[in-house]
């Protein structure tokens, strides 16, 4: 089945230990989202890449980081994570227009030790 | 800035009865409207939508109504059953913008 694949399910880092999240899709979608989860905290977007277009959020803090190496995969880097970290990260894709339905993966869950 | 809001955290239902769920939005640009479904371990699916040309969209149990005016939406889950049960977000975009979602209401239906 075609399907966006999120991996690790979970993740554990230490303090300040760079972490990589991978966000894989079958769809062949143009777009691809990360976002970040907070407990009972609407999921908010850190950056989307239209094609290869990068496109970051405002307050998108410096030590997140995104690289989008083919239409297939895209990574969340996380250069320094502090605790404040700590969350769902989930990953989107979409076709093309924004009245198009965005189809999630599973999540990662990061924890920060 | 929370432009979509979801003011009740949680909802508990009885088997059979409406499930009503209300967001309330701040931005009266937004023009499309859609609702997300998440279980447990699973990432958000999408469940219905709404243009801002409409009023109401309607996909077999599941109703949306839009009140612009009131910049208020709902969704109306009938009759409602026990595996509706799950995180309900409300999201909203404008003009080719990303969607903002809200922070989501926790649904229990209690058969």
Redesign the interface.
């Given at each position: 089945d075609a399907m966006?694949i999120?991996n690790p399910?979970y993740q554990v880092t230490q303090f300040g230990k760079p972490v990589t999240l991978s966000c894989s899709q079958t769809l062949n979608h143009n777009v691809m989202?990360w976002?970040q989860q907070k407990s009972?905290?609407?999921?908010k977007?850190l950056f989307?890449y239209y094609d290869k277009d990068f496109n970051n959020e405002a307050d998108t803090p410096d030590n997140f980081q995104s690289r989008r190496p083919n239409t297939s995969f895209c990574f969340l880097d996380i250069r320094s994570p502090g605790l404040g970290d700590a969350a769902m990260y989930?990953c989107?894709t979409r076709v093309g227009?924004?009245?198009d339905?965005?189809?999630?993966?599973?999540?990662t869950r990061l924890t920060v030790l | 800035d929370q432009q979509v809001k979801q003011n009740s955290p949680s909802l508990s239902v009885q088997e059979g009865r409406i499930s009503i769920l209300n967001c309330d939005y701040t931005n009266s640009m937004f023009d499309y409207f859609l609702w997300y479904k998440k279980y447990p371990a699973e990432g958000p699916t999408f469940l219905i939508s709404i243009s801002s040309i409409k009023d109401k969209n309607e996909d077999g149990r599941f109703t949306v109504f839009l009140n612009k005016s009131a910049k208020h939406l709902s969704l109306h889950i009938v009759p409602s059953q026990p595996g509706d049960s799950a995180v309900y977000f409300c999201a909203a975009s404008y003009n080719n913008n990303d969607m903002r979602f809200g922070a989501g209401t926790r649904l229990t239906v209690k058969p």
């Open positions: 966006v999120q399910r989202y976002y009972s905290q609407a999921p977007l989307h989930l989107a227009a924004s009245t339905t965005q189809y999630f993966g599973p999540g | -």
